[in-house]
């Protein structure tokens, strides 16, 4: 049974960082698009970043502004998330996201195109 865990969320206060993981099992994440998500109550999942299945294309939501970067290791199966200069408006849960196949993660960075999804972990930017 396919399976995606992600880990690494919990309180921070605002300027700091936290380095989000997401692990697979049953499948391989090579020849994945990935992805990383996030959602707060009431609102829709809104993309934070992708990267393209051959590592060469990396899409940044603009809200970002250079403070995180997504990295993926496909020999351990294993994507990232490291946060920097955290908010508190980054609050929220996190998502892990995997699609098969290469996506146009310039145009396609986005919920709708994912169908294989972790269950989240929390994520709390506050004093």
């Known amino acids: 049974q396919s399976q995606i865990v992600e880990s690494g969320g919990g309180l921070v206060q605002p300027g700091g960082s936290l380095r989000l993981s997401c692990i697979t099992s049953?499948?391989?994440?090579?020849?994945?698009?990935l992805g990383w998500f996030r959602q707060v109550p009431g609102k829709e999942r809104e993309a934070v970043s992708c990267v393209s299945s051959d590592e060469h294309r990396i899409h940044y939501k603009d809200f970002i502004t250079g403070r995180f970067i997504i990295s993926r290791d496909d020999t351990k199966d294993m994507l990232y998330l490291q946060m920097n200069n955290l908010r508190p408006e980054d609050t929220g849960v996190y998502y892990c996201a995997a699609e098969v196949g290469f996506l146009d993660v310039q145009r396609r960075c986005s919920a709708a195109q994912f169908h294989s999804w972790g269950q989240g972990t929390q994520v709390t930017v506050d004093f």
């Open positions: 049953g499948f391989s994440l090579a020849s994945h698009t």
